[in-house]
């Protein structure tokens, strides 16, 4: 079956733009997550989704971050007034239910480079 | 949260036993240990995991310590494919979010 998805695979974007990155998970997985993967690094939890309700948005780095999955499948995640620092791989991934025994199916991630 | 510790780099001989280790010394009882690789540009692929128990499937197996404080994957038979950045993951959470604290990993080199 289809794994997750994401779109853009690769976003450009000049300092100051605003941006939104989409996540298709698998069909069915009630959970998602975004991390953010800094180069050389491993990735770092941003915020995750169960259905419809965000419970946790932790790892959000600023305000300028912002994320939803408002009918419970695709999500997105966009990012206000982007800065270099911004600049990663944005990675999607779907389990199939809550808990800590089901495994996460990673996306092949947004890279984004902020100019 | 509980963290992991790696090696960071390791090579392999094509058709051996690769065996990557993995210290979590703070894991708390109920945190499950996750083994996932990434190859560049590609997003985390799914290895194994495992609470106390060893774990053996098509891919790996997974040995974890009788006090839990570190664990083994074992490729037992490395191919040139599996060159890839190996992470040791424990699954932190409660109730609300059962997220992964990704560690730096171990860049596992397969050697011809």
């Known amino acids: 079956g289809a794994g997750v998805s994401q779109s853009p695979r690769y976003k450009v974007a000049k300092r100051g733009q605003d941006v939104a990155l989409r996540c298709d998970p698998i069909?069915?997985?009630?959970?998602l997550f975004w991390y953010q993967q800094a180069l050389g690094q491993g990735p770092e939890f941003l915020t995750y989704?169960?259905?419809?309700?965000?419970?946790?948005k932790s790892g959000l780095p600023s305000d300028r971050f912002f994320a939803e999955r408002p009918e419970g499948s695709v999500s997105t995640l966009k990012i206000q007034r982007t800065q270099q620092e911004d600049s990663a791989v944005y990675l999607c991934?779907?389990?199939?239910?809550?808990?800590?025994?089901?495994?996460?199916?990673f996306g092949p991630g947004t890279r984004l480079t902020v100019t | 949260d509980a963290k992991t510790t790696q090696p960071p780099s390791m090579d392999c001989a094509e058709g051996r036993a690769a065996n990557l280790p993995c210290n979590h010394s703070?894991?708390?009882?109920?945190?499950?240990v996750y083994w996932y690789r990434q190859i560049h540009s590609q997003g985390p692929q799914y290895i194994i995991h495992?609470?106390?128990n060893n774990e053996t499937n098509e891919m790996a197996s997974l040995i974890i310590t009788e006090d839990r404080k570190s664990s083994t994957l074992i490729l037992p038979h490395a191919t040139l494919r599996d060159t890839a950045v190996y992470y040791c993951?424990?699954?932190?959470?409660?109730?609300?979010?059962?997220?992964?604290?990704f560690g730096t990993g171990t860049r596992l080199k397969v050697l011809a």
């Open positions: 991934a779907s389990s199939f239910a809550h808990g800590g025994s089901y495994e996460q199916y």
């Open positions: 069909s069915g997985h009630v959970s």
């Open positions: 989704f169960q259905n419809e309700a965000q419970l946790d």
């Open positions: 703070t894991i708390s009882g109920n945190e499950y």
């Open positions: 495992g609470l106390k």
């Open positions: 993951i424990v699954k932190v959470g409660s109730s609300g979010t059962y997220k992964y604290i």
